[in-house]
């Protein structure tokens, strides 16, 4: 069974005017874009992508947000601007629910949170805003083939960052099998960016009583939020994974302070992702549904295969994934 | 079917054909609340499932 997808099928006839004049449906691997240029994607190809999605989440962590975009892309053609506006709309669910089962010792500092916020939509609206631009820049021609800016960006874009977050994964999973033999845990990277950001004392320099910080710069607060909030803005990413160390390691912000203030800080991007990406119509809400109905449990279901199985070897096997959804995402611009 | 064929009339651009998309604010509305309500449920959901079963789910992801 295939569905209709109405905001995808509106991009698609803007990116690929060409595809709303065809004779005959064009058929993909999950699927089919319709003589009149509508998108029709399969629904069994949809639910299974979203539960991988949410059981890779659940086993790995946060860098399986960086493969939800892609994926929607390769799996089902929709494009970038839709899928990473309906990223950020599902993700309004995963943060509502995240608030309410995380739901800590309310050890929040409401004002990081409001100054984190400031940055993040801040940065948020520009990612959102460069998405925009992209979306409407065009096409070029690479190798005889016209293809559209935002797709060949994105590529590249997503490509590296995938490249860099696969390599991490493969040192992790190195190191950690290296420490199982020498019966060791395995050793902290340096952090030596965040040696050098604590130093900084740019003014204004504010206190933060609730988290024990006495003095920090208020450009370290708002770049931590504005770098985080761009690539949400742009990618569809929570920026968890930047924001939680950097409150940590940075701002020197207590781990449990640090949990709650990300909560409140992601719920709240979330809904401004959602809102501005929806204004600028790249929220298909179908899509969304579908994926916030099978996300969760698959979710759940990562949780509880990380308890039960070897975390080293399929760290190998997430990289490996990895390395193949990189080169079949060049192999669809490039053939 | 009527309210699939109103989302879809929905997430038309209320603009021209060839000018900038211009959202309907009912699109917009439930693209915030929609999530937000089935995150709810969902959250409902997974208590329930705790408390027949005497289990601890996770989390949610961030």
Not at chain 1, 212 to 240: D, F, P
Request: glycine share 12%; net charge positive.
């Amino acid at each position: 069974m295939a569905i209709t997808l109405p905001i995808a099928s509106h991009w698609q006839q803007i990116l690929s005017p060409d595809l709303g004049r065809l004779a005959e449906p064009v058929h993909g691997w999950f699927y089919a874009i319709q003589p009149n240029g509508d998108l029709a994607v399969s629904l069994a190809a949809l639910i299974v992508l979203g539960l991988c999605l949410g059981l890779l989440g659940g086993f790995f962590g946060g860098a399986s947000g960086f493969l939800m975009a892609p994926l929607l892309n390769l799996v089902g053609h929709i494009p970038y601007n839709v899928a990473v506006g309906t990223e950020l709309s599902t993700m309004v669910g995963t943060a509502t629910l995240a608030n309410l089962r995380q739901r800590g010792l309310g050890y929040i500092d409401y004002k990081l949170g409001i100054l984190l916020i400031l940055g993040s939509v801040i940065g948020l609206e520009i990612g959102a805003q460069l998405l925009k631009y992209l979306t409407y820049a065009g096409g070029v021609t690479l190798v005889g083939r016209k293809i559209s800016l935002v797709q060949l960006v994105m590529t590249l874009v997503y490509g590296g960052l995938l490249a860099w977050i696969g390599s991490q994964v493969y040192r992790e999973a190195r190191s950690a099998r290296q420490a199982e033999f020498a019966d060791g845990a395995p050793g902290v990277p340096p952090l030596a960016m965040a040696t050098r950001l604590q130093r900084v004392a740019l003014p204004p320099l504010i206190s933060l009583p609730m988290s024990g910080v006495e003095a920090v710069s208020l450009w370290v607060i708002l770049g931590v939020g504005a770098v985080t909030g761009l690539l949400t803005g742009l990618l569809g990413v929570s920026g968890s994974f930047i924001r939680m160390p950097a409150l940590i390691y940075i701002l020197g912000i207590p781990t449990v302070v640090s949990i709650d203030t990300n909560l409140l800080n992601y719920l709240v991007l979330a809904l401004y992702g959602a809102f501005t990406h929806s204004v600028k119509g790249n929220v298909d809400l179908l899509l969304m549904v579908i994926l916030l109905v099978t996300t969760v449990p698959g979710y759940q279901g990562g949780g509880w295969l990380r308890k039960k199985l070897p975390g080293h070897r399929l760290q190998l096997l997430f990289a490996g994934i990895i390395c193949a959804i990189i080169i079949t995402m060049f192999w669809k611009v490039l053939r | 079917m009527a309210f699939w064929q109103w989302l879809t009339a929905m997430s038309q651009s209320a603009s021209p054909a060839g000018e900038l998309f211009a959202p309907h604010w009912p699109y917009v509305a439930l693209a915030l609340v929609a999530p937000l309500i089935i995150g709810l449920i969902l959250a409902l959901i997974l208590k329930v499932i705790e408390n027949i079963f005497g289990i601890k789910l996770g989390g949610g992801d961030i």
